[in-house]
């Protein structure tokens, strides 16, 4: 079965680093787009970051020179690295992709999310 399992996060003080991973699984023949999400509490859930089978990517506003997202397709894996991590980065961090099956289904997948914590 098709899957998105992410790895990473956890608890860093203010000005640490983390990198997520986020890798497919399955009988998948290609990935198109992927993406980060983030969701505060009492927030509702925040585009991060996407990047396209090719490399192009964007970035939110407020994560543009910290964050960097990047993707390796050989290993069907997509990256967010954090850097300068602020308290007001505290959330569950999703992992998004567009799979495409073997007979050329595309269907929208999600991770099972990861807990980032900012301390002060």
């Known amino acids: 079965q098709v899957q998105l399992v992410q790895s990473g996060g956890g608890l860093v003080p203010a000005g640490g680093s983390l990198r997520l991973s986020c890798t497919a699984s399955?009988?998948?023949?290609?990935?198109?787009?992927m993406a980060w999400y983030r969701q505060a509490p009492g927030k509702q859930r925040e585009l991060v970051a996407t990047?396209?089978?090719?490399?192009?990517?964007n970035l939110a506003d407020s994560m543009k020179g910290r964050f960097l997202i990047s993707r390796d397709n050989t290993k069907n894996t997509v990256y967010l690295q954090m850097n300068s991590l602020k308290p007001e980065d505290t959330a569950v961090y999703l992992c998004?992709?567009?799979?495409?099956?073997?007979?050329?289904?595309?269907?929208?997948?999600w991770g099972q999310g990861t807990q980032v914590t900012v301390s002060s």
């Open positions: 990047i396209s089978r090719s490399g192009s990517t």
């Open positions: 399955g009988n998948i023949v290609s990935i198109n787009d």
């Open positions: 998004s992709a567009v799979l495409v099956g073997p007979r050329g289904s595309k269907l929208l997948y």
